[in-house]
């Protein structure tokens, strides 16, 4: 197998070649390994040597054969070294390997590697100091978004078809929109958090994956997106496999649409003709499209946001109480230190603007049965945009600078809704836009539907960024 041949698959393409005995699984770790040595130095996008050997996987797992990458977010691969993209974390590894590791290994995917993440995740670009800036195979002089931007930049690429990533305010999401990819968060409860968090960042935070295209997203929930037993958030089984979803008709449903923030920030003219452009290709497929948007007040989102923050800060205080802190970037000196500040009123107070966003979208919910935003409120912005190192910044001054590039995706974090941005635009200086769909908690079937949808109707998989494998 060739290196553009290798690229040109996704993990569904790659797992039939490799049933039908077209191409080995070893043929294809042997060019994975090629194409991640080669994407990874090019655009920064790794944070160790590759795994050798990989860890042990299943053989005949529905996605086997398949290679990923990890996400630097923490321990997730038992045995494994992990930084959190920080200057001071050193020496620590993986005692045990995350609930999803677990689904990923039985999945058969192989991981091969371990992709950039900004310090603690606390950004949405992936910058951190400690590794430098991960460029985009769009636009080198561009950011990939962040926190999961290393594994935004592989997958574009080429390198992988698929790639670990996590969510707790945006984080798959913009990624995907830099990097013209699919990113799909889903519900609060369908994915595993465990086993160190009951509800990982009050119940904000989702682990999933990004992906090229909506089939491989759907075949990846199928494989892995089912509770574990104690987990405190739990959602029902599902009726019929995500991938029957994928090839089914949803219906004719009804779709709101906004590209107005509710945090009151601008948006810029491209990335809201993109998703009105989205809107009449889903009134053209039959859906009803209307303008509504969900009550959702800016600044109980700040506050919600902020219990993102305080896991963060809580979580690295209780693992390394004597962290040297003079090697932290500045927004996590000040999330330390605000975390140690917080009382429990305080905490609850964001507690309940949590709760207020939730209800908010909920009701939102039942009237309409999707909602479509833009995913990010400008193009992918060039490196040093937003400085993590910044010590002018507080919390909640930081959330507001991130709300600011990225505000419409940390609502359905605070609420729990699933959402995938999909690749549907382009702007002028040839730059990837997402679009944004949201649904009720537990609908990821009517959501990849409806992304499959698009997809057929305005395709993106053949589209190549400048910088690809192959």
């Not at 090839?247 to 009804?254: M, Q």
């Not at 909602?371 to 992918?380: I, Q, R």
């Not at 995938?420 to 769909?437: A, C, H, K, N, W």
Request: hydrophobic share 45%; glycine share 10%.
């Amino acid at each position: 197998m060739e290196p553009h041949e290798y690229a040109e698959q996704d993990a569904v393409g790659l797992r039939e070649l490799i049933r039908a005995g077209e191409v080995t699984a070893a043929e294809v770790e042997t060019v994975a390994r090629r194409a991640l040595a080669e994407a990874g130095a090019e655009l920064n996008a790794l944070t160790l040597p590759l795994f050798d050997p990989a860890p042990a996987h299943v053989a005949d797992g529905p996605l086997a054969g398949v290679p990923f990458v990890v996400k630097d977010g923490g321990p997730f691969v038992k045995g494994v070294p992990f930084t959190l993209g920080s200057r001071a974390v050193r020496g620590a590894v993986a005692d045990a390997d995350h609930d999803l590791m677990g689904r990923f290994r039985d999945a058969g995917l192989v991981a091969l590697g371990q992709s950039t993440a900004p310090e603690f995740g606390l950004s949405f670009a992936t910058e951190p100091l400690r590794y430098g800036p991960t460029r985009n195979p769009w636009d080198p002089a561009r950011g990939v978004g962040g926190s999961s931007g290393g594994a935004a930049a592989l997958v574009a690429a080429g390198a992988v078809p698929l790639a670990h990533a996590n969510d707790a305010g945006g984080s798959i999401r913009i990624p995907a929109s830099c990097c013209g990819l699919v990113g799909l968060k889903p519900s609060r409860g369908r994915t595993p958090s465990g086993p160190l968090a009951g509800e990982a960042a009050f119940g904000q935070q989702t682990e999933f994956a990004l992906t090229r295209t909506v089939r491989d997203a759907a075949a990846l929930l199928d494989a892995v997106g089912a509770p574990v037993p104690g987990d405190k958030v739990t959602l029902p089984p599902v009726p019929r496999p995500f991938a029957d979803a994928v090839r089914s008709d949803p219906g004719r449903l009804r779709i709101a649409l906004t590209t107005a923030a509710w945090t009151g920030d601008a948006v810029d003219p491209q990335v809201a003709a993109v998703t009105v452009d989205a809107g009449k290709v889903l009134e053209w497929i039959g859906h009803t499209v209307a303008e509504a948007s969900p009550a959702v007040d800016g600044e109980d989102l700040v506050e919600a946001s902020v219990l993102v923050a305080l896991a963060s800060g809580g979580a690295v205080l209780r693992a390394a109480p004597r962290l040297d802190r003079s090697r932290l970037e500045a927004v996590s000196r000040a999330v330390l230190a605000e975390t140690e500040a917080c009382t429990a009123l305080e905490l609850m107070a964001a507690v309940d603007a949590q709760h207020r966003v939730t209800r908010a979208v909920g009701r939102f919910f039942t009237a309409y049965d999707l909602l479509l935003t833009p995913t990010l409120g400008a193009l992918p912005a060039p490196h040093g945009t937003l400085v993590q190192d910044d010590p002018r910044h507080t919390v909640r001054s930081w959330l507001r600078r991130l709300f600011a590039y990225g505000p419409f995706t940390a609502a359905f974090n605070v609420a729990g809704n699933p959402a995938v941005s999909l690749p549907l635009g382009l702007s002028r200086e040839g730059l990837p836009v997402g679009v944004q769909l949201v649904a009720a908690q537990g609908r990821e079937d009517l959501l990849l539907g409806v992304a499959a949808q698009l997809e057929q109707a305005v395709p993106w998989r053949d589209r190549r960024p400048p910088y690809a494998v192959g």
